[in-house]
């Protein structure tokens, strides 16, 4: 059973590679906002997590299909619609239980299975140690205001648990003005991006042996620190950009995987992000929504 769904989850990471690496190419063009760009890593984790795909002719799995990956139908209610699995490995014979061609490709992913899982639940018991521990580490942390705390343990203001959500900065914070980073503290709760976070991370988890995988989580945490700061600038107005990077040059980077830091990125990159910030026309609003509706048509679907 094991061997069975390690195959599938090899097979669904080679398309989310795939996927991954147009995403990063779409992500270099500079004219498309971070807050737009974020969304765009969706496709690349839900083919890491989703085995089946709604088909579709328009998708890039039906050129796909003709070169190098076969697909395999699970489900075809009517003629116009199914839900099917890629497969670009190939290595088995027949599905559902699955047979492999010869007895060394079931030997080899026999074993590689076994490494899989273990390497596996290793990553994920170190994840949720992580989690804990800095949830334990803050426990003593100094309420201020609302649910703004101050600890000497905190190197950077950040955003730390997932349920109740606390915006823990450093002590020597409490004479400071704060209101940036509270504005940005916020607007990661209210995005729920320590929920992203942690769901990306274990995702990755799961695909550890594809380095792609690791590269995309890299790429997708410094997007949601971008795209952060560029939803607070909508609010505050292009005014405030200025003031805004001061404020984020004296902040510190945070080390925690799992808090949404002030500090959590790149410093550079992210003051070039808000100084070159503008907000969207209505039209390019329009123009934009519809290439990311384009986008998840012919990335996440399969043949069809």
Known sequence: MLQEIFYWVFNMSITAAITGLLVMLVRLIKKIPRRIVIFLWAIPFLRM????????????????????????????????????????????????????????????????????????????????FIYFKALHEMKDATHLRNNIYLSDKSASPAVYG??????????????????????????????????WRMLAFFIVAVHWFNPFCWVFLKQFLEDLELSC??????????????????????????????????????????????LSFKKMTWFSLIVFIALIVMIFCVLLTNEG
């Open 49 to 128: 997590a989703v085995p089946f795909g709604l088909g579709s002719p328009y998708s890039l799995m039906t050129l796909l299909s003709k070169i190098s990956t076969k697909t395999i139908v699970v489900y075809q209610p009517t003629d116009d619609l199914s839900f099917s699995m890629l497969n670009s490995v190939k290595a088995a014979e027949s599905y559902f239980p699955i047979t492999y061609k010869v007895n060394l490709l079931e030997n080899v992913f026999s074993v590689a299975c076994v490494i899989w899982i273990v390497v596996a639940l290793a990553i994920f018991v170190m994840l949720i």
């Open 229 to 274: 700061d560029e939803r607070v600038l909508v609010n505050l107005g292009n005014n405030c950009k200025k003031e805004y990077a001061l404020y984020l040059l004296e902040s510190h980077q945070s080390k925690n995987v799992f808090a949404s830091a002030f500090g959590g990125a790149k410093i550079k990159k992210r003051i070039e992000n808000i």
């Open 162 to 195: 997932i349920i109740k959500p606390r915006i823990i900065m450093p002590a020597y914070y409490k004479d400071k003005d704060i209101k940036f980073i509270v504005l940005h503290e916020k607007m990661h709760i209210r995005r729920s991006d320590n929920l």
